[in-house]
Each structure stands twice: as structure tokens, then as C-alpha cells.
């Protein structure tokens, strides 16, 4: 079965601070694959989106960027943390036409 | 500009009840139309699906799509308090394409 993977679960860093956020899916090749943001009483944010490898499609240009160096390997990264960087950094895939939902990273920036 | 608005609430209602979750978009192109429930503090997790005008049925979920009206809602029958949380519509344009969101419905289900 498909099961998408992300870690670390939470993580405290402070501001200035580099972050490497990773996502990996099981049980499917090739998947089309996405990282949102949702800040605190925000609705989802679409960050970036990768239909393959080395593939990726950038939402928001800010201090964030993504890199899929693998098939089924998905990763979020910034060289600088800000304050407004903090959130629930969500990975995603689609099955079919089903976009689903990895469990999340909760990031914040002190 | 794609916009999906959905009603922030909170609704709140008794268990047992008829939930309803309302959520209308602007694009005339979508084709694919879902529903997401996240509970506090997890990520949202699929609930319903649906890409053809009417009714379809999940257990106690319904889904309604009329896209004449551009609008979709969600019906949870039998409320439970298990079922408080907060419900996401979201549409996309196309199979396999990105998924444009609400803000999310935050429900609520008393005892």
C-alpha cells in the first residue's frame, strides 16, 4: 500500500536558522507531489509542486525552496528562517485523481 | 484568481443531527470537487470525492455538487462528537492537477 512519510514531526529553529524538511512516499512511482503550508487560523497554502524528478513548480517565490532528487523523495529547504515561517508544512501526493496527506512537520521560528 | 469560499463558522450542533457544510468556488472549469476533515492539530485526511452533479453517498456522508451553481456541499448525518473538527472543500481544474482550498468549516458536535 501507498504511505507517505515526513519528518521530523516538529521542530523548533531560530530565526536565521537553515531548514531541510523531508518528505518520502512508498508504494507508488513517479507520484505527483506537492508542499503546502498552513499557518496558525490560515487556510492551506500551496508551496511547490513536482510531477518529477528534478521537476518543480514554485508557488510562492520566498525564502523557500524545493528539491526532488529522488523519485519518491520530496524536500523543503530555506537557507534563512524568518518569524513568518513558522507552520504546519504539509507533503502531499496524488493517487489517481486523490490528493492525500502526509502527517506533517510542525515548524517554529523563535 | 481561484476562490473557494466556504463559511469559517463555527457550527455547532447536537449529536445526532444533520450537519451542514456549504462551499461554493469561482472557477467554471473545475471538474474534481473533495472533502477533507482535519482534526486539531493533524493533517486533513480525505473524506469524500465527488466530480458529477447530485448526490453521493458514504456511509453517513453525503456530498452534493450542482456546478450550474457552482456549489458543493457536505451532509454528515447522525453527528457524532468524534465527527468535531474542521472540514475543507477543496476543487481542481483537472485529474492529477493542483487542488485550490477553502479556509475550512470548523464543526463542533455536543453530547
Known amino acids: 500500500s501507498q504511505t507517505i512519510h515526513q519528518w521530523p514531526a516538529t521542530l523548533v529553529q531560530p530565526v536565521g536558522s537553515p531548514l531541510s524538511l523531508e518528505c518520502t512516499v512508498e508504494?507508488?512511482?513517479?507520484?505527483?507531489l506537492y508542499w503546502y503550508r498552513q499557518a496558525a487560523g490560515r487556510g492551506l497554502q500551496l508551496l511547490f509542486y513536482s510531477v518529477g524528478i528534478g521537476q518543480i513548480s514554485s508557488e510562492v517565490p520566498q525564502n523557500l525552496s524545493a528539491s526532488r532528487p529522488q523519485d519518491r523523495q520530496f524536500i523543503l529547504s530555506s537557507k534563512k528562517l524568518l518569524l513568518s515561517d513558522s507552520g504546519f508544512y504539509l507533503c502531499?501526493?496524488?493517487?489517481?485523481?486523490?490528493?492525500?496527506f502526509g502527517p506533517g512537520t510542525r515548524l517554529t521560528v523563535t | 484568481q481561484k476562490e473557494v469560499e466556504q463559511n469559517s463558522g463555527p457550527l455547532s450542533v447536537p449529536e445526532g443531527a444533520i450537519a451542514s457544510l456549504n462551499c461554493t468556488y469561482s472557477?467554471?472549469?473545475?471538474?474534481?470537487f473533495f472533502w477533507y476533515r482535519q482534526y486539531s492539530g493533524k493533517s486533513p485526511e480525505l473524506i469524500m470525492s465527488i466530480y458529477s452533479n447530485g448526490d453521493k453517498e458514504d456511509g453517513r456522508f453525503t456530498a452534493q455538487l450542482n456546478k450550474a451553481s457552482q456549489y458543493v456541499s457536505l451532509l454528515i448525518r447522525d453527528s457524532q462528537p468524534s465527527d468535531s473538527a474542521t472540514y475543507l472543500c477543496?476543487?481542481?481544474?483537472?485529474?492529477?492537477?493542483?487542488?485550490?482550498f477553502g479556509r475550512g468549516t470548523q464543526l463542533t458536535v455536543w453530547p
Open positions: 472557477d467554471r472549469g473545475s471538474q474534481s
Open positions: 477543496a476543487v481542481s481544474r483537472s485529474t492529477l492537477g493542483r487542488l485550490y
Open positions: 502531499a501526493w496524488v493517487l489517481i485523481d486523490e490528493q492525500y
Open positions: 508504494g507508488t512511482s513517479n507520484p505527483n
